[in-house]
């Protein structure tokens, strides 16, 4: 009897935790990057990650894994552990402008597993028609459960994984948050952690003049109306980036690329902004929609990313 009682002491949570595999078909830094993380700053209207960073929004409840072009169809997203799935969503439009989307819906198209002893994970914004799994399905570490899409409130193509723990919002990288971020958390949810960099793109647009950091905080630098006589520039605000750090930017038209700038940044401040533009040619731009994006590498690596769009009238 007295050894009994010892072992129902004993911590159980090791074995109830779920621990985690990528939940995305792709290679962090080569194909897709982590956008945002779960939001580890309780105030409204703040937001830091769980390292203190601020690679996250406020009140973000989830890992954001962006792919990298929207043009890679089929990128399956596969449960990070063995469970039962709870239930299913597969009946929204892939719309970058999110026609229609509510509170309610702003997952979009979703799995929702199942770990068990309160546990489970939400794998959002699936491609329309892409499930593959129904509820009551039991599945595997790395079961594809559907592809990354652009339903509910998203308006590029990523994953938004979130984790629970008796349906409140746990963060993988983080598990035992006390409601504060942590310089150096040591526990984690994840088999194999990705790995973590600091810097990050806080915003990218387009616009039809160079703006100033002012306007960029302030929304008003960025156009998604222009016309087809206005210069086409694209601007990207980074933080915490490094010496030696390249960003690119770069436009796409109906009849192709209009520019591609590689630019090294050299002891760059903890808060830049670059852009990059060209007048419209004599005959104007071709009017529909515009592409900008703004890649941030080092080493050879994507460390962070933005997409942005314009249409021209």
Not at 70 to 99: E, H, I, K, Q, Y
Not at 247 to 270: N, V, Y
């Amino acid at each position: 009897m007295r050894r009994f009682l010892l072992f129902l002491l004993l911590p159980f949570p090791a074995l109830a935790q779920p621990q985690l595999a990528l939940p995305l078909d792709c290679e962090i830094g080569t194909t897709c990057f982590i956008e945002d993380y779960v939001d580890n700053d309780p105030r409204v209207g703040a937001q830091r990650d769980f390292a203190c960073g601020i690679n996250s929004r406020d009140g973000h409840k989830g890992t954001d894994i962006a792919l990298l072009s929207f043009d890679a169809p089929g990128t399956a997203v596969t449960a990070a552990a063995p469970g039962t799935v709870v239930r299913t969503r597969d009946s929204m439009a892939d719309d970058r402008l999110m026609n229609g989307v509510t509170t309610e819906t702003a997952c979009g198209n979703a799995v929702l597993v199942d770990h068990g002893a309160g546990w489970q994970t939400i794998y959002c914004h699936l491609a329309l028609g892409s499930v593959r799994v129904a509820a009551g399905q039991s599945v595997e570490r790395g079961t594809p459960l559907g592809d990354v899409g652009l339903s509910g409130q998203t308006n590029h193509p990523h994953l938004h994984f979130g984790v629970l723990h008796d349906g409140e919002t746990i963060d993988p990288f983080r598990p035992m948050a006390t409601g504060t971020c942590d310089e150096t958390p040591t526990e984690t949810l994840w088999n194999d952690p990705p790995s973590y960099t600091q810097t990050g793109l806080i915003t990218a647009g387009f616009s039809d003049h160079i703006p100033n950091l002012d306007t960029v905080r302030d929304g008003s630098a960025r156009v998604t109306q222009a016309t087809a006589d206005a210069p086409v520039v694209v601007y990207a605000h980074a933080g915490y980036a490094q010496h030696g750090d390249i960003l690119r930017l770069s436009a796409t038209g109906p009849d192709g690329q209009i520019f591609e700038h590689d630019q090294i940044l050299k002891s760059p401040q903890i808060s830049i902004l670059r852009a990059y533009g060209r007048k419209a040619p004599a005959t104007g731009w071709p009017t529909g929609d515009y592409l900008g994006e703004a890649t941030l590498t080092r080493k050879g690596k994507v460390i962070a990313h933005r997409f942005a769009h314009v249409t021209v009238t």
